[in-house]
């Protein structure tokens, strides 16, 4: 079984910046993508951006790329996102996502393509 946690998130002011860390963990086979999602209250689910194991490019989602930066440490098995110039409408409960499959690009960004989810972590942009 793989587990997924998330950790870093908290309340920040607009104009901030937040870092936040996914950690997998289980069975190491299976990180092939890791991605993350955040869901605003409210509204549906939306991608933020994933990187597969080997390619060491992020994709990113169209309205998020420039603000937002995607790393990952294989040796750790970790995903890291990067978050600057933040602003009310990213506040979210982001959820890191782990799957095994080798997903084609355009895949990246579907939510149902990821076996593997944790618990989500809190980010609240306020003044």
């Known amino acids: 079984q793989v587990q997924v946690l998330e950790s870093g998130g908290g309340l920040v002011q607009p104009g901030g910046s937040l870092r936040l860390s996914c950690a997998a963990s289980g069975r190491a086979y299976s990180y092939y993508t890791m991605a993350w999602f955040r869901q605003p209250p409210g509204k549906a689910r939306e991608f933020v951006g994933a990187m597969k194991r080997t390619s060491g490019v992020p994709s990113y989602g169209d309205s998020l790329k420039g603000r937002f930066a995607i790393s990952r440490d294989n040796a750790k098995n970790t995903l890291d996102l990067q978050m600057n110039s933040l602003n009310p409408e990213d506040t979210a409960v982001y959820y890191c996502?782990?799957?095994?499959?080798?997903?084609?690009?355009?895949?990246?960004?579907?939510?149902?393509?990821?076996?593997?989810w944790g618990q989500g972590t809190q980010v609240t942009v306020s003044s």
């Open positions: 996502a782990v799957t095994s499959r080798t997903l084609i690009t355009s895949s990246l960004a579907r939510g149902d393509e990821y076996e593997y």
